[in-house]
Nanobody
Framework: QVQLVESGGGLVQAGGSLRLSCAASGRTFSPYAMGWFRQAPGKEREFVAAINWSIGITYTADSVKGRFTISRDNAKNTVYLQMNSLKPEDTAVYYC????????????????WGQGTRVTVSS
């Protein structure tokens, strides 16, 4: 079993930055993939970024590429999502997830989910 706890969400003005954290506990994470997804009101859940826990290879959605960066700290069992140049359309609840495979970009590939952290970007 894997437990995931997100933090770092909040209210920020357009153009600002936030860093989300996801603390993982439970069984070992290698060769897990860790991912970030988001869901805006009235919209479907959307893939944001993923990272392989062991080797650090990353995938980032085109909608956030160049603005968002996923990273991990193996010693702290924590994955981060650095969000820069935020836009009002980035407003959503952001979820951290863990998958039992080396890399994953689709929601159904993930086995464990956090409770989510809300990000609101004002214009």
């Amino acid at each position: 079993q894997v437990q995931l706890v997100e933090s770092g969400g909040g209210l920020v003005q357009a153009g600002g930055s936030l860093r989300l954290s996801c603390a993982a506990s439970g069984r070992t994470f290698s060769p897990y993939a860790m991912g970030w997804f988001r869901q805006a009101p009235g919209k479907e859940r959307e893939f944001v970024a993923a990272i392989n826990w062991s080797i650090g290879i990353t995938y980032t959605a085109d909608s956030v590429k160049g603005r968002f960066t996923i990273s991990r700290d193996n010693a702290k069992n924590t994955v981060y999502l650095q969000m820069n140049s935020l836009k009002p359309e980035d407003t959503a609840v952001y979820y951290c997830a863990a998958a039992g495979r080396p890399i994953a970009t689709r929601g159904y590939e993930y086995d464990y989910w956090g409770q989510g952290t809300r990000v609101t970007v004002s214009s």
